[in-house]
């Protein structure tokens, strides 16, 4: 605890629990209210203090280190706008369960609401999105307020990480003079030890998470059910656990079910047992006919609902007992059909499950897999080696080029949807991340940078060009970020997500470009020139490989919206026509 006046004190005994709780990492945005707690977190050992400039992008930088390494981040800023800037992140981190500490500096309540500059109502600014707010108020150096902002740590903490959904807490702390840590003498009255220094080594009130190891009820009912089932399905969405990957291969295995994966799941690449995974469920349940050959009765849904339009309606459109399988508190269910939702540890039902089907495994879902060979031959012949660039055959070049321990973080819009759609299933063991809470597409060059600053990982962000400009300034950050990033940005000159919709047959041409197309003719060059990156623009995908290896660069990919609703077409026509010789 910095004893030098009332603001160090609690601004420190703050920090401390924040640290004995865990907290590793803190993105600062400066200003001038927020100066006790800026310096209360730059002085503590063991937290890691980013400072960037722009609110909105240390927010999404923020989300994106505590999505990668699973662990909460804080966030400071001063009072007035800054903390609004934070909202597009903070409702991101909502939607995905991402756990965040926003820490907004505010003026004290006699300098609120009667024109003192900087200053709004940060009150429950982001209503319904965060799982905690508190006024911290204004409060003396003495033992109750010391242990008050020990307290509130504490409690923040473990609402971050989620009881039981993890997400955003706002904490809004009010300081008055003076904000520099200037001596006042007599200032810090407190005299109980556990005010002044809390536990030795621990925080002053450790939270036990709560335990969701499945019943062996639980898991009997549904393996016989799993057993019983004739047509089962295995869906795996978003998720982070590198953990599942052994399990749901040997339930997939013992049961006979396919493995419907998006690459997210982290299920459709890595080391483990791949042999029932199916990549290609987008192109292939776009044919009606094998759609309807596959109608399933059972469906067991692991991690978010994937974004494939034609495998929700497909879902959707199905009988099928569907069980959600969700520990994390959400709801995560938009075709309102699950029959049930578990709140239960995913690996351990897996495993439970597998362990009781395993003495009758059953054969393999041959019609899936069957399936998936013809689709990923076809896949293969088009965009494989030496194919011309385009959307679809960049994603699988991507695929190839991955390596063991890369970490890849893409963006919403036909970046997410075409690598779900054509990555094929590879042995590199890569955490591929996105922000599809919300589909937005800000801030998703922070959360890559974020993400490769937590963990480390060589990160490739593959953004589109509307994205890339979206945040633009999100680059600023890479000057304090050794790790390689690589932001591969798909440039088609607007938002090529739109000529996939209605909106283009109905507007006339100009319209649709004025208004969604959106040509915004950002040179990708000069954007890396602003932030002396390393540019190169990708005149062939065989030259992927080389352009990644070069380490933190932006790599260009120019493409062309007007002929990719066509190719993706036609990929779509050739896998039809090869299902329809298997017939
Ligand atoms: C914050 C936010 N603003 C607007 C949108 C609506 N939107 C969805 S996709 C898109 C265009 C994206 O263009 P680009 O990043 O170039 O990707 P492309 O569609 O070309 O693949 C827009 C504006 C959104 N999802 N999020
Ligand atoms: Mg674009």
Redesign the pocket.
């Known amino acids: 605890m910095d004893p030098t006046n009332a603001n160090t004190a609690l601004a420190s005994a703050f920090v401390e629990e924040l640290a004995r709780g865990g907290l590793r990492h803190a993105v600062v945005s400066p200003g001038s209210r927020s100066t006790p707690l800026a310096v209360a977190l730059w002085r503590q050992p063991e937290i890691e203090v980013t400072v960037i400039v722009d609110e909105r992008s240390a927010a999404f930088f923020a989300l994106g280190a505590a999505q990668a390494s699973g662990a909460p981040v804080a966030l400071l800023c001063t009072s007035g706008s800054a903390v609004a800037n934070y909202h597009?992140a903070v409702c991101e981190a909502d939607e995905s369960a991402v756990p965040l500490l926003v820490l907004s500096a505010d003026r004290p309540p006699e300098l609120r609401g009667i024109g003192a500059g900087q200053t709004i109502d940060q009150i429950k600014l982001f209503g319904s999105s965060v799982r905690w707010f508190c006024e911290v108020g204004t409060h003396e150096a003495d033992d109750g307020g010391l242990l008050h902002y020990r307290s509130v740590a504490c409690r923040a903490l473990a609402a971050a990480r989620g009881e039981t959904r993890p997400g955003p807490v706002h904490l809004n702390l009010p300081w008055r003079e003076p904000l520099a840590p200037v001596p006042v003498a007599g200032a810090v009255s407190a005299t109980d030890p556990l005010a002044l220094a809390g536990r030795e080594g621990r925080p002053l009130t450790a939270v036990t998470r709560v335990d969701l190891e499945p019943s062996s009820f639980l898991l009997d009912e549904m393996a016989a059910h799993i057993g019983d089932a004739i047509a089962g399905v295995i869906v795996a969405g978003r998720q982070l656990d590198p953990e599942l990957r052994e399990p749901l291969a040997h339930l997939a295995r013992v049961s006979g079910f396919p493995i419907l994966a998006d690459p997210t799941s982290q299920l459709r690449c890595g080391p483990h047992d791949r042999s029932h995974v199916v990549a290609a469920y987008d192109l292939l349940l776009r044919d009606e006919r094998f759609a309807r050959s596959v109608v399933p009765d059972l469906v067991l849904r692991f991690g978010e609902m994937p974004t494939s339009k034609p495998l929700r309606a497909w879902l959707a459109a199905s009988d099928a007992s569907e069980i959600v399988i969700d520990p994390r508190g959400g709801w995560n269910e938009p075709s309102n059909g699950a029959s049930a939702i578990l709140r239960a540890d995913p690996t351990e039902l897996a495993a439970g499950w597998a362990a009781r089907l395993e003495k009758e495994p059953r054969g393999t879902p041959e019609d899936w897999l069957g399936a998936e060979r013809v689709a990923q031959a076809v896949i293969e012949t088009e965009l494989g080696n030496a194919a011309p660039i385009s959307?679809p055959a960049l994603h699988r070049a991507l695929g190839a080029a991955h390596r063991d321990g890369d970490l890849v973080y893409t963006?919403?819009?036909?970046?997410i949807?075409?690598q779900e759609a054509f990555l094929a299933s590879d042995p590199a063991d890569v955490l591929f991340l996105s922000n599809r809470g919300?589909?937005?597409?800000?801030?998703l060059v922070s959360s890559g940078i974020g993400a490769a600053h937590a963990t480390g990982r060589p990160t490739t962000i593959v953004?589109?060009?509307?994205?890339?400009?979206?945040d633009l300034g999100g680059l600023a950050a890479l000057r304090d970020v050794s790790t390689p990033v690589r932001i591969v940005v798909?440039?088609?000159?607007?938002?090529?997500?739109?000529h996939f919709l209605p909106q283009e047959g109905a507007l006339d041409s100009e319209e649709f470009e004025a208004l969604?197309g959106?040509p915004r003719g950002v040179d990708a060059a000069k954007a890396a020139a602003l932030f002396d990156l390393p540019h190169r623009r990708l005149e062939s995908l065989a030259d992927l490989p080389e352009a990644l290896a070069v380490g933190t660069s932006l790599i260009e990919v120019r493409t062309d919206?007007s002929t990719n609703v066509a190719s993706h077409r036609h990929l779509q026509e050739r896998v039809q026509a090869a299902l329809a010789q298997l017939r």
């Open positions: 597009p959307e963006a919403s819009s036909m970046p949807r075409d919300t589909n937005g597409i800000d801030g953004t589109g060009d509307l994205g890339l400009l979206h798909i440039d088609n000159d607007g938002g090529g997500i739109f969604l959106t919206r």
